[in-house]
């Protein structure tokens, strides 16, 4: 899938292993520098995480990557699974029914970022659609800052996203969050607009 001098393909783990600064930069640039008092340090702990995320075998990766392999953009998951904390932390805040529905066979969106400077090009919505092709999941999951409004909610939104959880704050964070899900319908499942998950194209290569 291409967007002019764009193309998303899909990363294995052990590509994302290797161009793990590539990736925390790019998280940096798009969410840290914004959103952190001290960008620096917070890049820092999430590559301590990062690695953990790498190192599984189930692990889902979409990259944006320019003509030259220079890294734009970036996006994974994880099934979830009890004793994860992500997992944990969202089960516990919601009744027991609805977290059963919603993460019993949940996919975890971990991260979706794209350089400032590469934004409001759809490439955000590419790497999402890609993401979530065919995979077996019944439901995807996600946390995403409150503000209803921003460019990234609306995208979320617009894919079908609606809220579980509004104005929660994770453990060790007074920052409000909203936490998302999406039903998914099997392999190459419809958006809301209509259009296959992956506007039609063909599967991203992996590398």
Request: with cysteine.
């Amino acid at each position: 899938m291409t967007d002019g001098d764009v193309s998303v393909v899909r990363w294995s783990p052990s590509r994302m292993r290797t161009r793990l600064d590539e990736v925390i930069a790019v998280y940096k640039a798009a969410f840290l520098d914004h959103h952190e008092a001290d960008p620096v340090r917070a890049a820092r702990d999430r590559t301590l995480h990062a690695r953990r995320h790498f190192d599984r075998r189930d692990l889902l990766a979409v990259a944006a990557v320019t003509s030259d392999d220079t890294l734009v953009g970036i996006t994974y998951a994880l099934p979830g699974q009890p004793g994860q904390w992500w997992h944990d932390v969202v089960a516990d805040a919601l009744a027991a029914a609805t977290a059963a529905h919603w993460l019993d066979d949940c996919l975890e969106i971990v991260e979706l970022h794209v350089l400032p400077s590469y934004q409001g090009r759809r490439i955000g919505r590419q790497l999402l659609r890609e993401l979530l092709r065919d995979v077996p999941q019944r439901t995807a999951a996600l946390s995403a800052l409150e503000p209803a409004g921003s460019r990234a909610r609306r995208l979320y939104a617009s894919e079908g996203f609606v809220p579980l959880l509004s104005d929660f704050q994770f453990p060790g964070t007074l920052t409000p969050y909203a936490v998302l899900g999406k039903e998914l319908r099997g392999p190459s499942a419809a958006s809301p607009d209509g259009e296959l998950a992956g506007d039609a194209d063909q599967p991203a290569p992996v590398r």
